[in-house]
């Protein structure tokens, strides 16, 4: 192996301390743990994806290097991300020989009362290139470093905000919750049509709504953080039907959208299963499967799986859910079915996305298992995953041959509409992840890039929107700005749909 003096290797330490008050680690942990944040730090970087679903450590950078200062060279290389406790491993390599080693560490110094970022760099490389890459790295390191603590005291002081929201912030809250109830008690609006008359009135709605949405984004103490979970037992309530007691749980506790084709004109009852009966036809569930309910909520579409006369019953049901409390809500009502039932129950609280630095070593999704899934449902919820296309590319992998996935999901038209208040709308009230916001057709494409075969998306929003926006008016002021919200948003280009495909 040729080695000195044709290959040399040298070590480079890049560091910054800032006072704790202005930052923490674990503020800074959030962005080693998140392998394309760090990279985009780089002013080299202008693309970072990953590599292989079946590898979710590793992934490809492109740089864009400027040789003797004159010509501009893309450049790619694969990086493999490792998350520590303390920070993040990385390994480059970068082809014709060359290798980086990175080791990126926070550490409190109690003593001084500060925070320590620390980069150490080790480089292998022919001789003859090593002056031009220390002299590289050297400058995009030290600039990706100031980013860094830009970026995390900037997130760190965002919160403080909410400390300056003074009345005049409640009074135009106030303000704009009387207006849309006032609109709506005078003129009679209805969601489920818009003449071309009342395009004034629409829009009169959507600022109200924004104005609405922008403060309470500024108001809510919650509003960003990641491991803020939107759900909780509101949609108990929903499942109400006339003359229970208030007092009693109520007999289903689904929580999506519904599906009112059938049952609009008939005045549907949110309770209805039909949404989810869709799902799984679009599954091709089979009896005596193996299936992965994510994102079940409470539970009612595994007790659904578990009982209905004209569901095939799965051999094995495997569930995941996000809140502990939904979790355990669901073992609670699930547990009944246990002696009435030949199927193999296993529940997980956790993210429907599998990370790598979680301690979860039975999450269903985990790559080291050797668990496979005839069939996988996600009802209402991948448009909040962090990542979909994460999600669906870890899925792919966990299917047997023949296996099919079914997500009931939003997505966005084709056609997008770009009048001022679509656009306004769609960028103010954000209820998905930016990278989730794809339309029908990058939605087929993607399914297909990732390997999935028959893949379909069926498009059924007009029996899903106007029929839930419905039910929802006559519920209160909180439910009829949901609704409202909902609206817009529909109006904006979103899309609800089916998507389904198979692994062969």
Avoid at 116 to 130: A, D, G, M, Q, Y
Avoid at 244 to 262: A, F, I, Q
Avoid at 484 to 491: E, G
Wanted: with cysteine; hydrophobic share 40%.
């Amino acid at each position: 192996m040729v080695g000195w003096p044709f290959f040399l290797s040298y070590n480079k330490t890049h560091s910054k301390t800032l006072p704790a008050s202005d930052i923490s680690i674990d503020d800074v942990l959030r962005v080693f743990h998140d392998p394309p944040a760090l990279a985009g730090l780089n002013p080299l970087v202008t693309k970072c994806e990953a590599l292989d679903p079946s590898k979710p450590s590793f992934y490809t950078i492109h740089d864009d290097l400027r040789i003797f200062g004159l010509f501009k060279v893309d450049t790619v290389y694969t990086v493999n991300f490792s998350p520590t406790n303390d920070g993040t491993d990385t390994e480059v390599n970068a082809g014709l020989g060359t290798t980086l080693s990175e080791q990126w560490r926070v550490k409190e110094k109690e003593e001084s009362q500060e925070v320590e970022i620390s980069e150490k760099v080790t480089v292998r490389c022919i001789f003859l290139f090593l002056p031009f890459i220390l002299a590289t790295i050297t400058g995009a390191h030290s600039r990706l470093l100031e980013a860094l603590t830009e970026k995390v005291i900037a997130e760190a002081k965002a919160p403080e905000l909410h400390r300056y929201i003074n009345m005049f912030s409640y009074i135009a809250i106030l303000v704009g919750l009387a207006s849309l109830w006032y609109l709506e008690a005078q003129s009679s609006f209805i969601y489920t049509r818009i003449s071309p008359s009342s395009n004034v009135r629409f829009a009169v709605v959507c600022i109200l709504v924004m104005t609405v949405s922008l403060l309470w984004r500024l108001y809510d103490p919650h509003h960003g953080k990641k491991d803020n979970d939107p759900y909780g037992l509101f949609h108990l309530s929903l499942n109400k039907r006339p003359g229970e007691d208030e007092n009693d749980s109520p007999k289903t506790e689904w929580l999506n959208m519904g599906y009112w084709k059938v049952n609009c004109r008939n005045k549907a009852r949110f309770s209805s299963a039909t949404l989810a009966l869709k799902l799984i036809q679009a599954a091709n569930c089979k009896e005596g499967g193996s299936l992965l309910d994510v994102g079940h909520g409470t539970g009612e579409s595994l007790i659904l799986l578990l009982t209905h006369p004209f569901v095939p019953r799965p051999g094995h049901l495997t569930g995941i859910t996000s809140l502990p409390l939904h979790h355990e809500r669901s073992l609670e009502r699930v547990k009944r079915f246990d002696p009435a039932t030949d199927t193999n129950i296993s529940l997980h609280a956790g993210d429907a996305v599998y990370k790598q630095e979680s301690s979860a070593t039975d999450h269903p999704l985990n790559p080291s298992s050797s668990a496979r899934f005839d069939s996988i449902l996600a009802l209402d919820c991948a448009y909040h995953f962090r990542t979909r296309e994460t999600f669906l590319c870890q899925a792919f992998r966990k299917l047997s041959p023949a296996g099919r996935i079914a997500l009931a999901d939003v997505c966005f038209a084709n056609e997008l509409p770009m009048n001022w208040q679509a656009r306004v709308i769609r960028r103010v009230l954000r209820l998905m992840p930016r990278e989730n916001v794809i339309s029908i057709n990058e939605y087929v494409g993607r399914l297909e890039q990732i390997g999935y075969e028959d893949v379909k998306v069926e498009d059924i929003s007009e029996d899903v929107f106007p029929g839930f926006v419905s039910f929802l008016k006559p519920r209160g002021l909180g439910w009829w700005i949901f609704g409202s919200v909902l609206y817009c948003y529909y109006k904006a280009g979103a899309r609800f749909v089916i998507a389904s495909g198979s692994r062969t």
